[in-house]
């Protein structure tokens, strides 16, 4: 897949977008020779948008077929979730310490 510069795309402007999704369904953008961004037509994110949400129910589905899943009431959700919070509430101060300045 052709990389679009970010340089490309300051000095071309949607024309460049427009060339580049003429040969392909995504335009990638790099910045600093790195990719960066991926565009594409509406269209194509909508269809892409639309296989993650069937892929989604599909899992779901299964998860019910399987039996994986919890049968319970609002009050009996939310205590769960609240028991799950609580020894998650030192994990952001664990991850900030494991963290290194980017150099």
Aim: overall charge positive; glycine content about 2%.
């Amino acid at each position: 897949m052709h990389a679009l510069t970010a340089n490309d795309l300051k000095t071309r402007g949607v024309a460049a977008i427009e060339a580049t999704l003429a040969d392909q369904p995504e335009a990638v953008i790099s910045v600093r020779g790195k990719d960066k961004y991926v565009v594409m037509e509406v269209a194509q994110y909508q269809y892409l948008r639309e296989c993650e949400l069937d892929a989604a129910l599909a899992q779901s589905r299964d998860d019910v077929a399987r039996g994986r899943y919890v049968t319970e009431t609002a009050a009996q959700h939310m205590a769960r979730l609240e028991a799950l919070l609580v020894p998650a509430q030192d994990a952001p101060r664990k991850l900030a310490s494991r963290r290194r300045a980017p150099r």
